[in-house]
């Protein structure tokens, strides 16, 4: 008979006693989520959701993937978690909703090398806070304990969103024409793209970033706090604006700013103009220009330069829209305008 001690998981680095806590501390923020087409309840091994209250002559299913990204490395600096799964929201439903979809239901997935249930609870506070604000139900998540794959205090996440929208009202570019008007809405910061050129060209020294301030940030902000600030979410404001107006064409702007997501809503032939002085450059960028010497294609061509939704509309549209933007409070203007041609011009 052996008489070795057993190995158990918990020797190995998971513990699963953590996980249940984790579970547990997660339930309420999800549940905050939960709306009348929510059919199952978290600890269930899918998440059910009924579509039967649409009412859509032919509803389509619209589906965005995504992850935070290095940005995740700033919050590990600032030990602040609260945030960041606003981000995780953003950027899928805000890529759903380019097509006029509504957010339904998202999923989040965490993984790291020892699970804090405190913290992951905080986590998915954030992304709680993130589905609130798409009008989105949290309906499930995975949370992964691997030990040996993350640094101590380390995490990644992604998520995963599912929206839905009428077959005759999607927004896809198809009716863009030369002379139409580009309108842009403004991101509340970074966002979440860029980020490893932002740690190449800013470090990851907690001290120094807390103590830069002033003239390179908004408000009173570090620029610590300036890189945590979260990606807006457009949803409510795009899905206000598409009941009442013909929207052609929507861009996000992610990773590869104007000049890579811009063109992507065109149509064969014609292309796209952005007049460089049509907005005030926000701090933060200029701080970024500055630092990094970049040329404004390449700036353009990482960051979404203080824009973080485009809109295409037709020009004698412009004005009614813009408008609307003012009286839903989202600081917007006209940036540019569509020619024949293809890709985008910085003018």
Same mark, same amino acid.
């Given at each position: ?16 006693? *953590? ?8 339930? *309420? ?112 998540? @995975? ?10 205090? @380390? ?11 009428? *077959?005759? !009202?999607? &927004? ?59 990606? *807006?979410?457009?949803? !409510? ?9 013909? &929207?052609?064409? &929507? ?66 549209? @412009? ?25 985008? @011009?910085?003018?």
């Amino acid at each position: 008979m052996s008489t070795t001690k057993p190995i158990t998981y918990a020797d190995a680095g998971v513990d699963v006693e *953590k996980g249940y806590k984790a579970v547990e501390l997660i339930k *309420k923020h999800s549940k905050s989520t939960f709306n009348k087409n929510v059919l199952s309840d978290l600890g269930s091994f899918g998440g059910l959701y009924s579509i039967a209250n649409e009412n859509l002559k032919e509803p389509v299913l619209v589906s965005g993937t995504d992850g935070v990204g290095t940005k995740l490395k700033y919050a590990f600096i600032a030990n602040k978690h609260d945030t960041i799964g606003i981000d995780c929201v953003a950027m899928c439903v805000n890529d759903v909703v380019c097509h006029g979809a509504k957010p339904l239901f998202f999923l989040d997935y965490l993984a790291t090398g020892k699970l804090e249930p405190e913290k992951a609870a905080e986590i998915v506070g954030g992304i709680a806070e993130g589905c609130r604000q798409a009008g989105s139900a949290l309906i499930g998540g @995975e949370t992964a304990e691997m030990p040996g794959f993350y640094e101590a205090g @380390e995490y990644d996440m992604a998520g995963f969103c599912v929206g839905i929208v009428d *077959k005759s !009202k999607i &927004i896809n570019g198809s009716d863009i024409k030369a002379g139409d008007s580009l309108i842009g809405i403004a991101s509340s910061g970074i966002h979440s793209n860029g980020f490893s050129l932002i740690r190449k060209l800013f470090g990851e020294d907690k001290k120094v970033l807390e103590n830069t301030k002033g003239e390179h940030c908004s408000s009173q902000n570090s620029l610590l706090d300036e890189f945590l600030i979260p990606t *807006k979410i457009y949803v !409510k404001t795009v899905l206000h604006l598409v009941d009442k107006f013909n &929207i052609k064409g &929507i861009a996000h702007i992610t990773g590869g700013g104007f000049i890579e997501n811009i063109p992507r809503i065109f149509p064969k032939g014609i292309g796209g103009v952005v007049e460089l002085s049509s907005y005030k450059l926000p701090t933060i960028f200029e701080f970024i220009k500055e630092k990094s010497g970049l040329s404004d294609k390449e700036l353009y061509n990482t960051f979404n330069m203080g824009i973080g939704l485009v809109l295409c509309v037709d020009k004698k549209d @412009e004005q009614t829209v813009l408008a609307e933007l003012k009286n839903l409070g989202e600081p917007a203007f006209v940036i540019g305008k569509t020619i024949s041609g293809e890709g985008l @011009e910085l003018r």
